[in-house]
């Protein structure tokens, strides 16, 4: 059983169009989060959900809107996508949030913007 | 500010021992990780180090010196499936601000025949 999925996996497409990637987790963890990692291979968070509430929200452009329905499953929705956008999003998952906390990371999706 | 360093890529042979360098200046500081990410897969964890000194785990040992802003993986008896890139992340904090881990951009480690 895959512990954190995302899903798709390769995404490709227009400038402008709106995109979603959706992510789950079956490991009962209740914090979540997304991370790009740009061409020269930076991971940097850019949403983290505990408990279905937004508790981390980078310096991201508003374009992009994450929505948690259960803390089992955050999503998120890119709109208006430019080519600057083009990275790898990962999800992640975690238990808690003090002390330590290894992140459970997805398998990925890399998303071109052409 | 947050600033993760670590050398972009390492060569080593079959066999050997290689240390991945990584030194770290964070606002706050309370732990660092180490992931392992192969080509075109999601980063899984490695080792976690709190406190000051070496942590052994099979053939990786990760070491910490929080006075120094400094640490190292060490890879031992290398084998071939042991080529990817090593993540050197720094934990700022205890809560909601812990969650927010500062990446260093990896190290490449090619192991050679």
């Known amino acids: 059983d895959t512990a954190v999925s995302q899903t798709p996996k390769y995404l490709v497409t227009q400038m402008g169009n709106d995109k979603s990637i959706k992510c789950e987790q079956n490991?009962?963890?209740?914090?979540m989060y997304w991370y790009k990692q740009d061409s020269k291979k930076f991971l940097k968070i850019m949403f983290s959900?505990?408990?279905?509430?937004?508790?981390i929200n980078e310096t991201v452009p508003n374009r992009f809107s994450p929505k948690s329905p259960d803390k089992a499953h955050l999503n998120l929705h890119i709109n208006s996508l430019e080519l600057g956008d083009s990275a790898v999003y990962f999800c992640?998952?975690?238990?808690?949030?003090?002390?330590?906390?290894?992140?459970?990371f997805g398998q990925g999706t890399r998303l071109t913007v052409v | 500010g947050q600033n993760i360093d670590q050398p972009t890529e390492m060569t080593a042979t079959e066999g050997a021992i290689v240390q991945i360098n990584c030194t770290y200046q964070?606002?706050?500081?309370?732990?660092l990780f180490w992931y392992q990410q192969h080509a075109g897969e999601a980063p899984t964890f490695l080792s976690y180090n709190v406190l000051d000194g070496l942590e052994e785990k099979g053939r990786f040992s990760s070491f910490l010196s929080r006075s120094k802003g400094y640490s190292y993986l060490l890879l031992k008896e290398l084998q071939m499936k042991d080529s990817a890139s090593y993540l050197c992340a720094a934990k700022p904090g205890r809560g909601a601000a812990g969650n927010k881990l500062t990446f260093g951009g990896g190290t490449r480690v090619l192991v050679k025949p």
């Open positions: 964070t606002s706050g500081f309370n732990g």
């Open positions: 992640a998952s975690s238990r808690g949030q003090g002390g330590f906390t290894e992140a459970f």
């Open positions: 490991l009962g963890h209740d914090t």
């Open positions: 959900y505990n408990n279905k509430e937004l508790i």
